[in-house]
Antibody, heavy 123, light 111 residues
Framework: QVHLVQSGTEVKKPGASVKVSCKAS????????ISWVRQAPGQGLEWMGW????????NYSQNFQGRVSMTTDTSTSTAYMELGSLRSDDTAVYYC????????????????WGQGTLVTVSS | QSVLTQPPSVSGTPGQRVTISCSGS????????VYWYQQVPGTAPKLLIY???QWPSGVPDRFSGSKSGTSASLAISGLRAEDEADYYC????????????FGGGTKLTVL
């Protein structure tokens, strides 16, 4: 069965960066994309971007352009999301999701989700 | 403010049928598929409906999705206590450089 296991809770100071990992198992890692979605406390869901482990293409949300970087390591079936210049309003649970299409972010959908990683930004 | 509009809350009694609406525009729901996710508080969202009205494996057919124009709906029939959760609609939005957008979420309370 499909599993996405994320790294643990992070506490960061404003201006710092955070890197969250997401290890996939139970499927062919390069046959699907990975999207990252975050959820601030008590709030809704917000898409951050998508990456294709197959050919490395990324598609970032305009809201995070210039601050986010998504990468994958196909040798370990692990995806990474790094967010820089952290602010207090970046405090949220960050989810990696399997994206059913590896070719384009606009196709497919989020069919399996990781357990989430809480990132707290506080001075 | 979310790009897709959902009612903040709905409620129903066990066995009842409830619907949750999701309103969008010509750049998202009007031309792209709609997806629905269920999130029990404290857990990750789970795919409930894909491509407007399709069920992933394991999702009971008590849940059904529909789409008309720039709006979509999720219907839950035979309401059960374990259906109490937050529900989100999502769609790809073709405006600007493209973006996945979500509704603000609807809290379903089973009375």
């Amino acid at each position: 069965q499909v599993h996405l296991v994320q790294s643990g809770t992070e506490v960061k100071k404003p201006g710092a960066s955070v890197k969250v990992s997401c290890k996939a198992s139970g499927y062919s890692f390069t046959s699907f994309g990975i999207s990252w979605v975050r959820q601030a406390p008590g709030q809704g869901l917000e898409w951050m971007g998508w990456i294709s482990p197959y050919y490395g293409k990324t598609n970032y949300s305009q809201n995070f352009q210039g601050r986010v970087s998504m990468t994958t390591d196909t040798s370990t079936s692990t995806a990474y999301m790094e967010l820089g210049s952290l602010r207090s309003d970046d405090t949220a649970v960050y989810y990696c999701t399997r994206h059913s299409d590896f070719w384009s972010a606009s196709r497919g959908y989020f069919d399996f989700w990781g357990q989430g990683t809480l990132v707290t930004v506080s001075s | 403010q979310s790009v897709l509009t959902q009612p903040p809350s709905v409620s129903g009694t066990p066995g009842q049928r409830v619907t949750i609406s999701c309103s969008g525009s010509t750049s998202n729901i009007g031309i792209n598929y709609v997806y629905w996710y269920q999130q029990v508080p404290g857990t990750a969202p789970k795919l409930l409906i894909y491509r407007n009205n399709q069920w992933p494996s394991g999702v009971p057919d008590r849940f059904s999705g529909s789409k008309s124009g720039t709006s979509a709906s999720l219907a839950i029939s035979g309401l059960r206590a374990e259906d109490e959760a937050d529900y989100y609609c999502a769609a790809w939005d073709d405006s600007l450089s493209g973006n996945w957008v979500f509704g603000g979420g609807t809290k379903l309370t089973v009375l």
